[in-house]
């Protein structure tokens, strides 16, 4: 079996986001691995390991997502891509046709995401890339298993499981407890410095710069307004449940 992992460099959660010029600053910040990412990360290698699978991980970024892509070779993958070169940049639109035109160029039976980027949480580029290759696709899976081509996947579905099938090739996105992603051991980490890390660009990958050009434009990057102190409404239910109309109308606007 041949897997594709598709993965992403993300601010840690635990950083405080601060918005210079309209821009989140980036300087000083620690940046891992998709959180979502890591549980596709994990799954690739255990099926590595019950399979005798190959295992290639996959980003679109700047440089310093080289080191998101040491980390996964150091968990157990087998060997890399970056996509770093600026021609490839834009929005999900164009990942999923880079990662499409990437996909291609390689023989791959399943291609594994997280289900959503812990910094834009579109959920986007792996459904996109699944049409693209026209594949079948499970989201939000919690559990995977695969025998010869069939492949049945548990996905939450608002509190309850929906078990869906489908056959290889196939894309699959993971959710949070599909798994518990490994640490790195010391031996994986210095074993991933030699395992190949391949860089493609525009030319690589034959593509026109016109034609995977973003659809959407970020118009404005802010933070959420501060959180005031909660109010607490006092008198007669009825004299209550009228303040309380009043101020979604009035003051928070969330109702005419």
Not at 110 to 118: D, R, S, Y
Not at 145 to 170: K, M, Q, S, T
Request: aromatic residues 4%; hydrophobic residues 40%; negative net charge.
């Amino acid at each position: 079996m041949n897997i594709l992992v598709l993965l992403k460099q993300t601010f840690d959660t635990e950083e405080r986001i601060n918005i210079v010029d309209g821009k989140v600053k980036e300087d000083g910040v620690r940046f891992v691995v998709n959180p979502y990412d890591e549980y596709a990360i994990e799954e690739a290698i255990r099926l590595k390991e019950e399979n005798d699978a190959q295992v290639t991980v996959v980003t679109l970024g700047p440089e310093r997502a080289e080191e998101a892509l040491r980390t996964a070779l150091a968990m157990g993958a087998d060997e890399a891509i970056l996509a770093d070169d600026k021609a490839l940049f834009g929005d999900e639109y164009t990942a999923a046709q880079v990662l499409a035109a990437i996909a291609k160029k390689g023989n791959y039976d399943l291609i594994l995401g997280g289900n959503q980027a812990v910094d834009d949480g579109s959920s986007q580029v792996a459904v996109r890339l699944a049409e693209l290759l026209g594949w079948e696709h499970i989201s939000t899976l919690t559990k995977l298993e695969i025998n010869g081509d069939e492949v049945v996947g548990h996905r939450d579905a608002e509190g309850d499981e929906e078990i869906v099938a489908g056959r290889l090739p196939l894309v699959v996105t993971a959710q949070q407890g599909l798994n518990d992603p490994r640490y790195p051991s010391l031996i994986g980490i210095r074993k991933a410095g030699k395992k190949p890390l391949h860089h493609v660009t525009l030319a690589d990958l034959g593509l026109d710069s016109s034609v995977i050009a973003a659809r959407t434009e970020v118009v404005e990057t802010f933070l959420p307004a501060k959180k005031e102190a909660g109010k607490i409404l006092q008198g007669e239910l009825s004299d209550q449940v009228k303040e309380l109309v009043g101020a979604l109308r009035t003051v928070e606007k969330v109702i005419e």
